[in-house]
């Protein structure tokens, strides 16, 4: 069955260390991938997005993700946090332009001062 | 600036009574939305996919008749709750995707049943 799988519920960075959160699918092929934050209470906010080419991608925010085909892996990452980057990850996979979004369980990121 | 707008952004309603949530694509149109929930502290949930012009699509488990899906126009979807219980508190998300292949999602609607 598709899946979506970020293996960290929750994670404790101090402030300007670096983030790498986890996300894993089960799809037959490369699904479109992307990486959402989302504030208490608010709605989803892109950070970035990944379907084709350079399996490195930049996003908003300072983040980055790395597609690894071969690890069926989307981690991402950011060299030095800040206190505002405290929210919730979730990882989502689209397996079609269009299609429904599958969402994994998301991280929930806190940060030490 | 927002690429899909959501309304209300709250909403309390009484036991019983209806609430109509929309999603609006700005500025460009949308023959597809997608409905989620989410419970406190869970993860986003598919509840059904909106077709404009046609019936929605809905996902094992949601009740079609409680969850009525409108998709009249090109850059409105609307989700309406029927009869609302205090169990269909949540918060309710609408997607769409751009022409730039990333899928947008709105500020979200939480909803208070009494």
């Known amino acids: 069955a598709q899946s979506v799988t970020q293996p960290d519920i929750h994670i404790t960075v101090s402030e300007g260390a670096s983030l790498e959160l986890r996300c894993n699918y089960s799809?037959?092929?490369?699904?479109?991938l992307f990486w959402y934050v989302q504030s208490p209470g608010q709605g989803l906010q892109l950070l970035l997005k990944?379907?084709?080419?350079?399996?490195l991608v930049q996003g908003i925010k300072g983040f980055e993700a790395e597609f690894k085909r071969s690890q069926s892996s989307f981690n991402l990452r950011k060299p030095s946090v800040h206190w505002s980057d405290a929210a919730e990850y979730f990882c989502?996979?689209?397996?079609?332009?269009?299609?429904?979004?599958?969402f994994g369980k998301g991280t929930r990121l806190h940060i030490l001062p | 600036g927002a690429v899909v707008s959501q309304h209300p952004s709250r909403v309390i309603c009484k036991s019983g009574t209806s609430v109509k949530i929309e999603c609006r694509s700005l500025?460009?149109?949308?023959?597809?939305m997608f409905w989620y929930r989410q419970f406190p502290k869970k993860s986003l949930m598919l509840m059904a996919t909106?077709?404009?012009?046609?019936?929605?699509?809905?996902e094992q488990g949601v009740e079609k008749d409680k969850f009525l899906i409108n998709h009249a126009s090109l850059t409105l979807s609307t989700l309406t709750v029927t009869s609302a219980h205090p169990e269909d508190s949540s918060f309710y998300i609408c997607?769409?995707?751009?022409?730039?292949?990333?899928?947008?999602f709105g500020q979200g609607t939480r909803l208070t049943v009494v």
């Open positions: 997607s769409v995707w751009t022409a730039n292949t990333e899928a947008f």
């Open positions: 799809y037959g092929a490369t699904p479109y």
């Open positions: 990944y379907f084709s080419g350079d399996t």
């Open positions: 989502a996979v689209g397996l079609n332009r269009d299609d429904k979004i599958i």
């Open positions: 500025d460009f149109q949308a023959t597809t």
């Open positions: 909106s077709n404009e012009g046609s019936k929605a699509t809905y």
